[in-house]
């Protein structure tokens, strides 16, 4: 008993769960050796097999020569032996010349010579067992061969295997009962120690309901005797702790990743300059107010020159590269409250914030000059460059902003056809 007080806790449950499963086991497999269900399978078949084994000579003569009278009165015969369902006889091919009784196994059977034993299992289920054997071609005459190899022919036997199963039946109800014998007396010792097991499951769940509701500070009192119990508890807590400490780091982690997605969002990933969703966004500020507070500015169109003879005759890299300088001109030559956008392409937007008429010229003859005076060599060509750029105030209070920015798009495309490089104002 003192030996016993020193296992584990899960020495002790292996030791309760082991004991009455290994008696089950035992008891049962003595059970089923004991009683006669191999031996009854064994005559039940080697019946079904002798009926099969007899039939088949007798059946020759019919089979050979198609006399299907006679046949009949073979498988009547058949029928009453005693246990025999139903019976047939079947051609080569294994399809039926006669046929007694319902056969169940024979759509499924399968019949060959294989290794020319005269009788053989073709089939089982439940209650019923199909043997068949061969029926070979009479030999008619002295230089006929001792023995046929080829069958002309199947007798087909179907037996009555419902005793086997009653047996198994009784078998297996016995073996249930020493098993419901064998869990009930382990049930008591395990009952008592499931108690204590149960009340520590108990204040882990609600431990852990707490921490589904997201009060990840939770904590078990560490109160159990047992070493591995005790162990379960300081484990939790310490998951607790962990989980807490995990979810702050996931929360950090989230901020930073939704501030990313929200600058993705808004900015072009080339040139870092706001986009044109970012535009559509800020025209309208812009637009509402001028209206409220007549915070009147001037929204530049600027569309390069020339670039498209770089992009063709240098790549789609040399470009981008283009595209970035010229980004770094720009934000060099406007206010800090300006805001500039790249909206495709080649384009680019600037919203003049609090913008005089006469400042705005200024910077945007400002724009044109820094651009122009960029040149871009690639392999020893050296490339020029240019902007037409459009301007349109925001002073109108019966304008919207689809309309400024389309206004500022033609003052634009003016400043392309008069020969580019220059500054058009609506």
């Not at 058949?78 to 196994?105: K, S, T």
């Not at 049930?187 to 120690?193: E, H, S, W």
């Not at 690639?378 to 349109?392: K, N, P, V």
Request: a neutral charge; charged letters at 20%; hydrophobic letters at 50%.
């Amino acid at each position: 008993m003192k030996r016993l007080n020193n296992l584990s806790l899960t020495q002790r449950l292996v030791l309760i769960v082991m004991v009455p499963v290994t008696c089950v086991s035992l008891v049962t497999s003595a059970l089923y050796l004991n009683y006669v269900r191999e031996p009854l399978e064994l005559a039940t078949r080697a019946r079904a097999q002798s009926i099969a084994s007899f039939l088949a000579p007798a059946a020759e003569f019919g089979v050979f020569s198609g006399n299907a009278a006679h046949l009949d009165k073979l498988l009547q015969a058949a029928m009453a032996q005693d246990g025999v369902v139903a019976v047939a006889i079947l051609d080569a091919r294994g399809a039926p010349i006669a046929q007694r009784g319902q056969p169940m196994l024979l759509a499924h059977a399968v019949f060959a010579s294989g290794d020319g034993t005269d009788t053989r299992r073709v089939g089982a289920q439940a209650d019923r067992l199909a043997v068949s054997a061969r029926v070979v071609s009479p030999r008619l005459g002295i230089d006929a061969p001792a023995e046929a190899t080829e069958p002309i022919g199947w007798a087909y036997v179907e037996f009555d295997a419902s005793d086997l199963e009653q047996q198994r039946a009784t078998t297996l109800l016995q073996a249930m009962l020493l098993a419901a014998m064998a869990l009930l007396l382990a049930g008591i010792p395990a009952y008592r120690l499931a108690r204590r097991v149960g009340r520590l499951v108990a204040r882990l769940a609600e431990a852990v309901h707490c921490l589904a509701a997201g009060q990840l500070d939770v904590k078990v009192p560490e109160a159990a005797r047992e070493r591995e119990l005790g162990a379960l508890e300081r484990g939790f807590n310490a998951m607790a702790h962990s989980m807490s400490s995990a979810q702050q780091e996931l929360n950090r982690q989230m901020d930073r990743a939704t501030a990313h997605l929200n600058y993705l969002a808004l900015h072009d990933p080339l040139t870092g300059l706001l986009n044109r969703r970012a535009f559509d966004g800020e025209i309208t500020k812009a637009v509402m107010a001028s209206r409220r507070t007549a915070d009147h500015g001037t929204l530049c169109f600027v569309d390069l020159d020339h670039f498209k003879a770089i992009n063709d005759a240098c790549g789609h890299a040399a470009g981008d590269a283009v595209l970035q300088a010229v980004s770094v001109r720009l934000g060099g030559c406007v206010r800090a409250e300006d805001m500039i956008f790249r909206i495709g392409g080649d384009e680019f937007a600037i919203i003049l914030k609090g913008c005089s008429p006469d400042d705005a010229r200024r910077i945007a003859e400002g724009l044109c000059k820094a651009i122009a005076a960029y040149r871009f060599t690639d392999g020893g060509r050296h490339f020029d460059l240019g902007a037409s750029i459009g301007l349109a105030r925001i002073d109108n209070p019966d304008i919207s902003a689809d309309a400024l920015v389309a206004a500022a798009d033609a003052a634009c495309y003016q400043a392309k056809r008069d020969g580019r490089n220059r500054v058009m104002e609506v």
